[in-house]
Structure formats: C-alpha cells, structure tokens
C-alpha cells in the first residue's frame, strides 16, 4: 500500500466513525453520570450505574447514556464540562465533592439539565437529591443490638460529614432502643473507597472486640472481614450477599433506578424542573435487603421498624435527641429534628464511644 | 543465555531527538493493538485521544490548565533531581504552600482589603512550599536522614493538617458543616488570562519558572555547580561547593514552586479550601520531570503530553466508551516506551550466550 492510499485510508474511516457518532446525535437524549469511584466498587458508584442501565432499559433507542468513573475531586469541573460540550442533555454527578464544579458548569450550560447528589446548592437548571440513608441504619442498629454478643457494635466510617454522622447516630439509637447498654466503636477510613483501608478499620474494630459490624464506605471489604471472623456485618448502597452469604443480616440498597428514570423523562417530556428530593423508605430511595442469618424473632422486629419509619409513624430522630455533652438538642421538626438538622448533624449522640473528629 | 546492556561510547544527537518520536508511535501502536482485540477502532481512538483534543480550543485551553501545576512542580523536581536529591513529597509541598496562601485569603475574606491580598497570598504559598521542602533537607544535612522517606511521610502529615482546617478552625460555618473553607472573595483569586476562560495566571508563572530555569541551569554557577554535585560529588567538593548548601538550596527551590502551583490551584481553579485539592499532581510530577528529562523544556512538553493523555482518556470514555483502566493503561506503556528508549539510544544490547567468560 502506498502512502498516499494509507492516508486516505485512514482519514475515510476517521471520518465514518464520526459521522456515525453524529447522526443519531440529534434525535436522541444523551444522559451522562460523573462517577467518584469506580463502576466496579460493588457500592456507591456501582449501584449509581445500575441506575444509569436502568435508564437505557426505560427508554431504549430514545436515549443514549454515558459514564466516566473515578473522577477525582479536584479534577472534575473539567469532566463535567466535557459531558456538557459533548452534546449531553441531562448530566447526574453523584458525589458531594462535585457540588461546587457542578454548580459553576450549570452556571456557564443553562440550557442542559443538570443533577447532584447530596449536595445543597441548586440552581435553576441544578438540582439536588439524596436518600434517607439513617432510615435504614435505624434498623441495622436494631437488628446489631439484638444480634452482638459482646455487646460491643462496630462502625467504619468514610468522612465525619454530616451526612455519615447521622448515620452513625441513627444506627446507634436504633441499637440503644434494642439493647440500652450496648456500646459503639467507630473508626474513619478517611476514603470513599480504598477496600485495603477499609478492611483494616474493620479488622481494627473486630479487634476491640465489636462483633456486629457496618459501614459507610463504598466496598464490601469490611464486610468481607467480619465473614472471614464469623461475626456479623451489613451491606452498604448495594446487596453484597454474594461477598459474605454468612456474614450478612442485611443490606442497605440505594435504589437510584425509579428516581434517574423518572428525571429523565421529565427531560424527554420537558416537564423537568430544578427541585430538591430527599428520599427514604417511603420513596423506594432506600431498601432493605432480605433479612438473613437471624432468628425469626429480630427479623420480625426489622420488618416492624421498617413498615413503621416507611409509615411515617417511627422516625429515628424522634425527640428528645441528647448528644455526648448531656445537652437535649433543640427539637425544630414536627416532635424529631428538622430535616435541616439532620442534613448538618455534626454532634455525636450520647453514649457512643468515641470522639468527632472536628 | 543473557542480555547485557552497555553502554555507547558516544550517543548520536539525531538518534536521541528520534527516541522520544519513536517511543511515541511504538506506544500508539501497542495501543492501538489492544484496541483493535477490544473490538473498537483504533483509528477513532486515536482520533480521539489526540487529533481532536489538539484541534479543538476548550480542549487545549484544558490541557495547559491542567499541565500548569505539573510543570510548576516538575521544574522545581528537576533541581533536586539533578543534584541526586530525591524529593518525593511535592505533593506535601504543594497542599501547605495552599494552606499557607489561602491562610491570607481567609483572614481577609469580607474585608475590604485591596489589590495587596493576592501576591500577598502568592508570596505566602512560595514561602510555606519552601518552608516545607527545607525540613527533610534540613533533617539530611544535619542527621543524615534519608530524605525519600521523610519527604514522602511529610505528605501525609500536609493533607492531616489541611484536613483538619477544612474540619475545624477554617470551616466554612455556613457551608452545612461540610469540609470545606469559604469561597474566596475576587479580591484572593487568581484571575483567567482571556475572559470567560479557565487558563489562569498560574500558567505564566509556569512558562517564567521553564525560562528561569533553563537560564539557571545552562548559564549560571549555580546551574553548574547542580550538575556537579549530582553528577560528581567529589569532585564537586574539592571545587569546594558545599553540599549541604546545595541541598538545602534545591529543597528550597522545589519547595517554593510546588507550594506555587498549590496556592495558584486553590486561588484560580478551586476558589477554596476543600479536604482534596490535587488529584496527585505532585506524584505525578516525578514522571513529568523523567519524562522531560530534567531538561526545562523537556519538562514543559511532558507536562503538556502528560496533561493531554489525561484528557483524552477522558474523552475516550465519553465518546467511545472504553474504560478508564485502558486510558491509565496507555500512560504506562507511553512512559515505559519513553524509557526504553532512552535506555536503547544510550545503551548497546548485546545477547550473550550460556557459558560465556565473564
């Protein structure tokens, strides 16, 4: 082949592979997720994922969809920025840390949709959404105080945000209003997904004696740890069963489908408007697993918390909130916190064993 | 049967201009290869990776964005490099050189403090960088430490410290608790270069430290007395050039421009202090300085193509989905190749057979 022939060869099927990206460019709606983690996490991220699939599998051929994972922080404004010129119409970016590069790209692209999760800046094409997660740490708990026979619980933590401190509170109150003497140790892994890290915290905590294990951390590690101990664990953001069949009561599962389908045909519709959702057990956000490797008896009483909190009649941060100090926390919401209280948690309740790191 | 390499008595000037090119395509190449076994087009990849990123404005407006703190902090390397240190902590170098910047840009924020608070706080990041370069040089000179290890665990010690302002003391109070400073008035950021743009000052502090250094290095006794140290220390001492100087000279350097590039990220890019403000420039900086072969503008081109090869394995995962394990993937085989190269231009390979006299 000449040179001349190679080029041409070249720049032809350079341009077919472009024109073939082009033409349906039009018609369809191009949904693009920013991922903190990796798809392959098995968590946060993962379960993120299993919600962009389930967008494809809604509206087929009327939608294209587009992840880039791993993104770090610091980096992402650029990430961001490139979903926008790349003709995406409805861009989710699932991390609290995007918040601000999220808000400045919507700023600059006010014609494309654009959705972040936990976060509290929105804009008028910005919207914000995040799940009741403490809903179901308030029946791990439960079910950990029934279950530990040390009578010492165990919590990895990822970052002392608010959004983690809740959870620890609620998973403790839970455990408390089970179990009154039952202790709490937390450790912080200082990382949204480091499986190496997270299963030294969690070896660190089964140490000390904790026998009932949860985590705020996107892999299944610490769960895996409490497994090759025979103690117990949970499963966070994602079933993790098939990583510890023995080991695990239950899973919190983040349940993104309904939500990510539902915003992406409000776009397709162009009924979408800038809100802010923040969703539990009542709007299928949050999800319980399968209670499994229990006696009848706490699976009953987990069953019973989660009607109840899904009912509204149970809410785990129900008056009087005491934190570590003695003081009784003002009660701003309707007989519980306010849901803003909850949003800014940064006190730990009292009786748990340890200190915010502040 | 072994292979040996040797080395050439006297190294083509022509052949080492070539090394780099031919490193470049033999890395396309493997590539392109394991694209094609993937079932995609190489052609479109390549497209993608490089043509178009290189032809389109926002994209290379990105890539200087983003090669600024590199070769900030690959030049500063190269001082140290030259002269046989090994700093591995610009990382720590840059995170308190921002610290120390946005220390100002805090203390001023809602005050009507004028033009001053900007070099100010540039002036104050080149000092807290250098501060922090100058201990593991100082514990060298003075006990002999081995300052690999101690620039590397002072990384750690850097992000605990920003950690904890961005959690403590320098939280912004209405920020929800989040871990995170107040946004940075106009007065404490770092403006673009062109209106409505991302390129920001920083990138001509970049281009002056390339021309200072390339000044430094080739022209002055300083630059001479660098080359010595490292590249004969004995008889840099009988020319009576005082190693403990020169080591606390280029720690200094190094110091003071990774704690530039920190500063001018956090006042130009970032706009405040937040728990995670580089995605690993400073790591990332020691393979920019290799690539570049300590040379200054070697430097500049590797922190460009280094840079470029990040956002083209952005672009690839949105425009032809191919995971982000394969975009990192092709960074090792182009420094692999790169390395090779050199090895091969300024080595003779020779096989010797089993049983040969040695």
């Known amino acids: ?358 | 049967m072994r292979i040996e390499l040797s080395p050439r008595a006297s190294v083509s000037p022509i052949w080492r201009a070539i090394a780099p090119v031919l490193a470049f395509v033999t890395a396309f190449l493997i590539a392109g290869f394991v694209i094609w076994l993937m079932g995609r087009s190489p052609i479109a990849a390549f497209q993608v990776y490089v043509s178009q990123p290189l032809s389109d404005p926002w994209a290379l407006q990105e890539i200087l964005v983003k090669a600024t703190p590199l070769a900030l902090i690959a030049i500063g390397l190269s001082y140290c490099f030259r002269a046989n240190l090994w700093n591995i902590g610009a990382e720590g170098q840059y995170v308190i050189g921002a610290v120390v910047g946005s220390w100002i840009a805090l203390k001023t924020h809602g005050t009507d403090a004028g033009a001053w608070v900007l070099p100010a706080m540039l002036a104050a990041g080149i000092l807290g960088g250098a501060l922090y370069g100058l201990i593991p040089a100082f514990l060298k000179t003075r006990f002999g430490v081995n300052e690999i290890l101690t620039s590397l665990m002072l990384v750690y010690i850097a992000q605990l410290v920003l950690d904890y302002l961005v959690r403590g003391p320098w939280r912004d109070p209405k920020g929800f608790n989040f871990p995170q400073s107040v946004t940075f008035d106009p007065a404490a950021t770092l403006p673009p270069i062109f209106d409505a743009g991302r390129v920001h000052y920083g990138a001509v502090f970049a281009a002056v430290a390339v021309l200072v250094t390339a000044v430094v290095l080739g022209r002055t006794l300083f630059g001479y007395r660098l080359r010595l140290t490292g590249d004969a220390p004995r008889a840099a001492r009988f020319a009576g050039f005082s190693a403990k100087t020169t080591t606390l000279a280029v720690f200094a350097i190094s110091g003071g421009l990774a704690g530039l590039a920190g500063i001018s990220e956090v006042a130009g890019q970032i706009g405040q202090l937040q728990p995670s403000i580089s995605p690993g420039y400073g790591f990332t900086a020691i393979t920019v300085a290799y690539l570049g072969r300590l040379n200054p503008i070697g430097i500049l081109v590797a922190a460009l193509v280094v840079s470029l090869t990040f956002i083209g394995g952005e672009s690839a995962q949105i425009m032809l989905k191919l995971p982000l394990d394969l975009t990192q993937a092709f960074q090792g085989i182009l420094l692999l190749c790169v390395l090779a190269a050199d090895a091969l231009v300024s080595n003779r390979v020779r096989i010797v057979s089993r049983g040969g006299v040695r």
């Open chain 1, 1 to 358: 082949m000449s040179s001349r022939t190679l080029i041409g060869a070249l720049v032809g099927a350079a341009a077919l592979a472009f024109s073939a990206g082009g033409a349906d460019a039009q018609q369809k709606l191009k949904v693009g997720f920013i991922y903190v983690g990796p798809v392959g996490d098995h968590g946060w991220s993962y379960q993120h994922d299993v919600g962009r699939k389930a967008i494809e599998k809604a509206f087929g051929d009327n939608v294209e969809t587009t992840y880039v994972e791993s993104v770090p922080e610091a980096d992402s404004e650029r990430a961001i920025e490139q979903l926008a010129r790349t003709g995406h119409g409805l861009i989710f970016t699932t991390s609290f840390g995007f918040m601000e590069p999220t808000l400045k790209v919507a700023k600059k692209y006010p014609n494309i949709k654009f959705e972040h999760a936990t976060g509290f800046k929105r804009a008028p094409n910005l919207s914000t959404y995040a799940a009741k997660f403490h809903e179901g740490r308030y029946v791990i708990g439960q079910i950990a105080g029934k279950m530990t026979k040390s009578g010492t619980i165990g919590y990895v933590g990822a970052f002392p945000i608010p959004e983690v401190v809740a959870g620890i509170n609620s998973y403790f109150l839970g455990a408390q209003s089970v179990n009154p003497g039952v202790k709490l140790k937390v450790v912080w892994a200082n990382s949204w997904y480091d499986p190496a890290k997270e299963a030294d915290a969690g070896k660190a905590l089964l140490d000390q004696g904790v026998d009932v294990l949860a985590q705020h951390t996107d892999s299944p590690a610490p769960l895996q740890a409490a497994e090759a101990r025979g103690k117990f664990g949970f499963g966070q953001a994602s079933d993790m069963e098939r990583f510890a069949p023995k080991a695990q009561l239950t899973a919190i599962v983040d349940n993104w489908s309904d939500y990510y389908v539902a915003r992406t045909k409000a776009v397709l519709d162009g009924t979408w408007k800038s809100e802010d959702l923040w969703g539990g057990f009542d709007k299928g956000m949050v999800v319980m697993s399968p209670f499994k490797n229990m006696p009848d008896d706490v699976k009953k009483l987990a069953e019973e918390t989660e009607a109840a909190i899904k009912a509204g009649t149970l809410n785990p941060f129900k008056c009087p909130i005491v934190k570590q100090d003695g003081t009784t926390v003002e009660c701003k919401g309707n007989g519980a916190l306010s849901d803003e209280q909850v949003l800014g948690m940064n006190f730990y309740v009292k009786g748990i064993d340890d200190k915010l790191p502040q």
